[in-house]
């Protein structure tokens, strides 16, 4: 019987843990929460940039005639802007009504990740609202980088556009 905690024992030894402690375990536990929910088949969460780097971003034109029409547009237009800048882009992902992301890998092997969004998309069968694209290159923390690549997906998207709409 010596062995069995009172419950004060258990109340008194908790509020001796520092502040630290307490934060440093609801960090642990928001950690478990979070790795439990991503063996489960749910779509991913879009979680504001609290745990990832910041990347940049910008807007561009879908060159998709409507969001009805699929990504391959869009697909087109993000390879070829990022192989402009030697960085190999691939879909990864189930294609999504309102967002794509892409892996990226750069000539000197640095991994990075591009998500775009499309905007204003609504039933689907009128042209979107534009797309707001965001690059992320991990390991090299180079935002010059980052913004070379959006600019030469932006201009690929306009090409893209024209190649699309010409009858």
């Given amino acids: 019987m010596e062995y069995m905690t009172t419950p004060s024992r258990t109340r008194a030894s908790f509020c001796k843990r520092s502040p630290i402690q307490v934060v440093w375990g609801c960090a642990g536990a928001i ?15 879009s979680t504001p940039h ?40 691939r879909a ?6 309102h967002t794509r992301t892409y892996s990226l890998r750069t ?6 990740t591009l998500t775009v ?6 039933l689907g069968i009128d042209p979107s609202g534009g797309l ?3 690059c992320s290159i991990r390991h090299s923390g180079d935002k010059q980088a980052e913004q070379r690549v959006l ?10 556009h024209r190649i699309e709409h010409e009858d």
Avoid at 107 to 112: A, R, T
Avoid at 117 to 122: A, E, I, L, S, T
Avoid at 151 to 160: K, Y
């Fill in 107 to 112: 000539l000197q092997g640095n991994p990075g």
């Fill in 92 to 97: 990864i992902g189930r294609e999504g009504v």
């Fill in 31 to 45: 950690t478990l929460v979070l790795g439990a929910m991503g063996g489960c088949n749910a779509p991913p969460i």
């Fill in 117 to 122: 969004v499309r905007k204003d998309v609504g």
């Fill in 151 to 160: 600019d030469a997906i932006r201009r690929a998207m306009i090409e893209q």
């Fill in 50 to 89: 609290l745990f990832r780097d910041a990347g940049s971003s910008t807007k561009a034109l879908d060159p998709a005639r409507t969001p009805y029409h699929g990504w391959d547009a869009v697909d087109q237009g993000v390879i070829n802007g990022s192989l402009e800048e030697l960085v190999i882009a």
């Fill in 132 to 134: 707001v694209i965001e």
